[in-house]
């Protein structure tokens, strides 16, 4: 989990409302993604953004968003607007070029009730 | 687009026994894959990768990989399993068209001591 930090481990809200989860990476990597994992589902992608200032939606982007104002930064904020939001989010980077492999945090545990 | 199927859901091996997780692969051109472990509530961990070169490819923690271009299949293994060996783990292979991951739904295995 080294070089990316996400936060908090845990995090719990009410139905209707908005949460951001925090992702930092001190690698020095261009590349960030975000996943959400569901039990017996993998890994599937919500957004991912390639350069600072730039995103692109991934399989799953509905009642996302997300910003890329800073290298180090990939927030994601969890709207009303997703339908089941409570799962395990999980953030990634990876440098350009190379042989593509990602990095991953730790991980934030939604819980939406 | 790139896949990959783990068509196991659960593997249940002895400790000290040998270890296999099977992987298949659907790609255009060139294949990049990658292992990745997973523990209880953390993120993932990176294993081993192969781009080209020797078909055996050796990673973390005793860990190996052999591709088999005919056979499309990177299965991974370890001579003899260790109980903290039980985990979550995933294949995945670099999507050539936008340098993303496509992740299979992973494998349980499970070391009985």
């Known amino acids: 989990d080294g070089g990316i930090t996400q936060s908090p481990k845990y995090l719990f809200r009410k139905e209707g409302q908005n949460v951001t989860l925090s992702c930092e990476q001190n690698?020095?990597?261009?590349?960030m993604y975000w996943y959400r994992q569901d039990p017996g589902q993998g890994l599937r992608l919500i957004y991912y953004s390639q350069i600072v200032n730039d995103f692109q939606k991934g399989d799953i982007a509905e009642g996302y968003s997300v910003s890329r104002e800073k290298k180090e930064s990939f927030p994601l904020t969890v709207t009303s607007a997703q339908k089941n939001p409570t799962a395990f989010y999980l953030c990634?980077?990876?440098?350009?070029?190379?042989?593509?492999?990602?990095?991953f945090g730790p991980g934030t545990r939604l819980t939406v009730t | 687009a790139q896949s990959v199927a783990q068509p196991e859901d659960q593997v249940n091996v002895a400790e000290g026994n040998p270890l296999t997780v099977k992987c298949t692969y659907s790609?255009?051109?060139?294949?990049?894959l990658f292992w990745y472990v997973q523990y209880p509530n953390r993120g993932l961990q990176f294993l081993l990768k192969y781009i080209t070169g020797d078909n055996l490819v050796k990673g973390s923690y005793g860990f190996e990989a052999e591709f088999n271009k005919s056979q499309t299949s990177f299965h991974l293994k370890k001579p003899s399993a260790l109980v903290s060996d039980s985990a979550l783990y995933f294949c995945?292979?670099?999507?050539?068209?936008?340098?993303?991951?496509?992740f299979g739904k992973g494998n349980q295995v499970v070391v009985i001591p």
């Open positions: 990634a980077s990876r440098t350009s070029g190379g042989s593509y492999e990602q990095y």
């Open positions: 690698l020095n990597h261009d590349a």
């Open positions: 995945a292979v670099r999507d050539t068209g936008n340098n993303r991951l496509a």
């Open positions: 790609v255009s051109g060139n294949p990049y």
